[in-house]
């Protein structure tokens, strides 16, 4: 059973930067398709960004602020959010699973989520 923990979350005035992280145990990252997805208040769950070793999908809003990196050594997913917008305020949640998508429904493990809120 994989187990992940996220951390990283917090409150940053606009402009500012974050990096989330999301320790893996009971597996390894490297054998599946990962994501970081949000979830705003009043809002569906989107991914944020999914990566499958391979192919690398960014949400258009996000796209030349946010990265997603992996250290197979330590087992950890990071998110390095930069530039942010109070509209990036979520629950950021990573994610992995057996198949590469943007649905969240593909997913089979889940951390437990980190707040991240954006001041304007």
Same mark, same amino acid.
């Given at each position: 059973?994989?187990?992940?923990? !996220? ?11 974050? $990096? @989330?992280?999301? =320790? =893996?145990?009971?597996? &390894?990252?490297? #054998?599946? =398709?990962?994501?970081?997805?949000? !979830?705003?208040?009043? +809002?569906? #769950?989107? =991914? ?16 030349? $602020? ?7 050594? +330590? ?8 530039? @942010? +917008?109070? !509209? ?10 057996? $198949?590469?998508?943007?649905?969240? +429904?593909?997913? &089979? ?12």
């Amino acid at each position: 059973q994989v187990q992940l923990v !996220e951390s990283g979350g917090g409150v940053v005035q606009a402009g500012g930067s974050l $990096r @989330l992280s999301c =320790a =893996a145990s009971g597996g &390894t990252f490297s #054998r599946y =398709a990962v994501g970081w997805f949000r !979830e705003a208040p009043g +809002k569906e #769950r989107e =991914a944020v960004v999914t990566w499958s070793g391979v192919n690398t999908y960014y949400l258009d809003s996000v796209k030349g $602020r946010f990265t997603i990196s992996r250290d197979n050594v +330590k087992n950890t997913l990071y998110l390095q959010m930069n530039s @942010l +917008k109070p !509209e990036d305020t979520a629950v950021y949640y990573c994610a992995a699973g057996s $198949r590469y998508s943007q649905s969240s +429904k593909d997913y &089979t493990y889940w951390g437990q989520g980190t707040q991240v809120t954006v001041s304007s």
